[in-house]
């Protein structure tokens, strides 16, 4: 059964990819005026939002990432995946900086805690008003691929949360021009902080998943396993193995031996597995006692 090709796929993912560069190049640049900004005026809300942002352009790259590399990425002999995992090892480095951030960001603030910190109230909130309004643009780039794309979603759901770091920044803005205080500054900027490294830990805990090659979190393997064995005419599974191969591409090999005919056997056990997500996966049906097998490779 050969490999089939959806050419109204590739379509819908060539479109997705500019939507999504532009949204990253403008969430990028707004990071680092953010950074650069929180720093010169020593905010540091604006610096905790920026490392917000950051998880933001994470989450667009590797979006764009998984786009990019699944209409163009090359195979090898050696490489025969491709350079799918690109991203994953992207995620771990992102997800450690983040968490650097963070950490400077709750240092900072501990430090600070006794004295009488004083931030300018305009230029917070001249920076947080440009925030929301990139924010804006960006979830409106993104919206109308959001309900079809898991990774266009996810980098969707990342911008609405980022929007509510900039409204906090907003509002340590407006204390500090009213009341010529900057504790707001720093109680904004661990609200931040508290949000974004739980964010950095799940990130890199679940690219270290894919790494270590563990089933996807949403895959009952034992439930797969015996499912596959009901099959009328299956008399043995064995080497069923589920893993992830990059963020919405899920993969499964598995070895059925059956006592007839391999060809229902194989179609049923096709659609189980694509019932559970798995439409990228290898069956090798062995009848007859014999190690003959049939291969079917599904397109995702």
Same mark, same amino acid.
């Given at each position: 059964m050969g490999h089939s090709h959806d050419h109204a796929g590739h379509a819908a993912a060539r479109r997705r990819i500019w939507p999504l560069a532009v949204a990253a190049a403008l969430i990028g640049g707004f990071m680092v005026v953010e950074f650069a900004v929180g720093f010169i005026v020593d905010s540091l809300a604006l610096i905790a939002d920026a490392g917000h942002m950051a998880t933001d352009l994470v989450a667009l790259l590797m979006g764009l990432s998984a786009l990019l590399l699944a209409r163009h990425g090359s195979t090898?002999?050696?490489?025969?995946?491709?350079?799918h995992r690109a991203e994953v090892f992207s995620a771990v480095i992102n997800a450690v900086l983040l968490l650097a951030v963070g950490a400077y960001v709750l240092y900072e603030a501990i430090e600070r805690l006794g004295s009488h910190p004083t931030v300018p109230g305009r230029t917070l909130i001249a920076v947080a008003l440009l925030g929301l309004a990139i924010n804006v643009i960006v979830m409106v780039l993104l919206r109308a691929d959001a309900k079809e794309s898991i990774a266009v979603r996810g980098a969707y759901m990342e911008v609405i949360a980022d929007a509510l770091g900039s409204i906090g920044v907003l509002i340590a803005g407006v204390f500090a021009l009213f009341t010529g205080s900057g504790y707001a500054d720093i109680v904004v900027a661990v609200l931040i902080a508290l949000w974004v490294v739980p964010r950095a830990l799940r990130l890199a805990g679940d690219a270290l998943r894919i790494l270590n090659q563990q089933a996807p979190k949403d895959v009952d393997v034992d439930a797969v396993e015996a499912q596959l064995a009901a099959i009328p005419g299956v008399v043995d599974v064995h080497d069923?193995?589920?893993?992830?191969?990059?963020?919405?591409?899920? !993969?499964a090999t598995v070895h059925v031996t059956a006592d007839a005919d391999g060809a229902? !056997?194989?179609?049923a056990a096709q659609e189980i597995l694509a019932d559970h997500g798995l439409e990228h996966a290898t069956v090798q049906v062995e009848t007859g006692g014999r190690s003959g097998c049939r291969d079917a490779e599904l397109s995702w």
């Open positions: 090898t002999a050696q490489r025969s995946f491709g350079w069923l193995h589920v893993w992830t191969l990059t963020t919405g591409m899920d !993969v229902p !056997v194989l179609a």
